[in-house]
């Protein structure tokens, strides 16, 4: 199993930063890509980034391009999600995933956090 926990959430005006974190424990050598997805009420989760065991690839949604960058730190077990330019419609719950192969789809990540509500108002 790998358990996952989320922090750094919170209220930010548009134009502004947030960095949220990913502390990953357990058998995390079972994991090759980490990601972050997003999901706003009465919408379908959906991708944001990800990032390999490495740290030497990463993807990102068109959405946000340009704007958010994430990285890990492996000494810490832990994945970041630097959000910079913040736009109202970056409002979600953002989550941290797991999983064995590299995807944008949901439902290849075996291992979730509890997610932390990220609010951007206008």
């Known amino acids: 199993q790998v358990q996952l926990v989320e922090s750094g959430g919170g209220l930010v005006q548009a134009g502004g930063s947030l960095r949220v974190s990913c502390a990953a424990s357990g058998r995390t050598f079972i994991v090759y890509g980490t990601g972050w997805f997003r999901q706003a009420p009465g919408k379908e989760r959906e991708f944001v980034a990800t990032?390999?065991?490495?740290?030497?690839?990463?993807l990102y949604a068109d959405a946000v391009k340009g704007r958010f960058t994430i990285s890990r730190d492996n000494a810490k077990n832990t994945v970041y999600l630097q959000m910079n330019s913040l736009k109202p419609e970056d409002t979600a719950v953002y989550y941290c995933?797991?999983?064995?192969?590299?995807?944008?789809?949901?439902?290849?990540?075996?291992?979730w956090g509890q997610g932390t509500q990220v609010t951007v108002s206008s």
């Open positions: 990032i390999s065991r490495s740290g030497s690839s990463t």
């Open positions: 995933a797991a999983a064995s192969s590299w995807s944008r789809v949901p439902k290849e990540y075996g291992y």
